[in-house]
């Protein structure tokens, strides 16, 4: 079964960076796409970012231009770099691979005004 470890958040100022890894066990790593999603207290789940894989990237509008998604196949791991953070970034991060209902635990997120 696959299994999806997020981690890499914390507390961070407003303008701050945080980098997210999420760490894959299983064999789809390789040949499938993946994104990076959060969830605030009350709101639906969204997806921030996605990487194919062939590398090409996806990025929701609200986090274009500060969040960067990237991958590293032999590590199987996925990565999204966080810059100038604001207060609306403030969540619970998953990863996913496409195509599979598999999630992690999440790792918090919160920035600070």
């Known amino acids: 079964q696959v299994q999806l470890v997020e981690s890499g958040g914390g507390l961070v100022q407003a303008g701050g960076s945080l980098t997210l890894s999420c760490a894959a066990s299983?064999?789809?790593?390789?040949?499938?796409?993946m994104g990076w999603y959060r969830q605030a207290p009350g709101k639906q789940r969204e997806r921030v970012a996605r990487i194919a894989s062939n590398y090409v990237t996806n990025y929701a509008d609200s986090v274009k231009g500060r969040f960067t998604i990237s991958r590293d196949n032999v590590m199987k791991t996925v990565y999204l770099h966080m810059d100038s953070l604001k207060p609306e970034d403030t969540g619970v991060y998953y990863c996913?691979?496409?195509?599979?209902?598999?999630w992690g635990q999440g790792t918090q997120v919160t920035v600070s005004s």
């Open positions: 996913n691979l496409e195509g599979l209902t598999v």
């Open positions: 299983g064999t789809a790593f390789t040949v499938r796409a």
